[in-house]
């Protein structure tokens, strides 16, 4: 798009990041909802490797949901663009290849307004797939947060129950094998939580009342 003076509208890079059940896409559905409402012509892509309840929509755990276009690969969303396209919304986007950077910074580029949410983490706490450089270059950042369901205060960290004995980063399971943990209760080892809960600092730490004070926020 170019602005009467000539030169090139810029396009806005925007991030939405945190742990599983923090709202990532209901908020996703929310921004490309009022830029619907505005007109604007929005596409929303999401990697297939994502099928878990709808292969061409994006659905969240509270099953609002929106259309969107399954794509094998990061250069996808570029083939698939239409040319009166003004805002791109990209979900799960840790699962993408790190092509993912230079395809948003070109959609930026070309002057349109790019939503992309997706964890910050894995279940490890390590950095998940291009997420890093996403964050980075972004313009715009929101670390959003779940409630721990141990203690109900905010949670910033996705855990993955003990019983998956798979190791691997990728487990594109159904939420039972997930559970957004606050930091205390994400660290502890199941054979010391037992420990934890009798642990002075720990307990005054997380006193029922300063958790609905969390969750309230
Ligand atoms: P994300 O995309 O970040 O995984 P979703 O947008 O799909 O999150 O889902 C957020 C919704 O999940 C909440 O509005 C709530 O209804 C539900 N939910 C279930 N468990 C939790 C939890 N532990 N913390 C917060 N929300 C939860
Ligand atoms: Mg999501």
């Keep these: 798009m170019r602005h ?11 991030v939405v990041c945190g742990p599983m059940f923090s709202g990532k896409t209901e908020e996703l559905i929310r921004r490309v909802r009022r830029a619907q409402i505005a007109r604007l012509k929005t596409q929303i892509f999401k990697p297939s490797i994502d099928d878990r309840y709808h292969e061409s929509k994006v659905v969240s755990h509270s099953s609002l949901s929106i259309q969107a276009v399954p794509v094998r690969n990061s250069v996808q969303i570029l083939e698939k663009l239409l040319d009166t396209t003004r805002v791109v919304a990209i979900d799960e986007v840790q699962f993408f290849d790190k092509d993912i950077i230079a395809v948003v910074k070109k959609l930026a580029r070309r002057g349109i307004r790019v939503i992309c949410a ?5 279940f490890k706490g390590n950095s998940f797939g291009p997420m890093p450089e996403l964050l980075c270059m972004a313009d715009h ?10 203690c109900g205060s905010s949670a910033s960290k996705t855990y993955r ?3 998956e004995d798979c190791d ?4 594109v399971g159904e939420g039972d094998a ?3 943990r606050c930091r205390t209760h ?7 939580e037992d420990l934890l809960a009798f642990s002075l600092p720990l307990k005054s730490a997380h006193t029922k009342s300063e958790a609905v ?5």
């Design 213 to 217: 004070v969390n969750a309230q926020e």
């Design 141 to 150: 950042v929101d670390k959003i947060h779940a409630i721990c369901t141990v």
């Design 118 to 122: 997706g964890l910050d983490q894995d």
């Design 168 to 171: 691997e980063q990728i487990l």
């Design 186 to 192: 994400w660290d502890a080892f199941e054979e010391d």
């Design 4 to 14: 009467s003076m000539g030169h090139l509208a810029s396009g806005v890079v925007e």
């Design 161 to 163: 129950k003990p019983e």
């Design 178 to 180: 997930y559970e957004a």
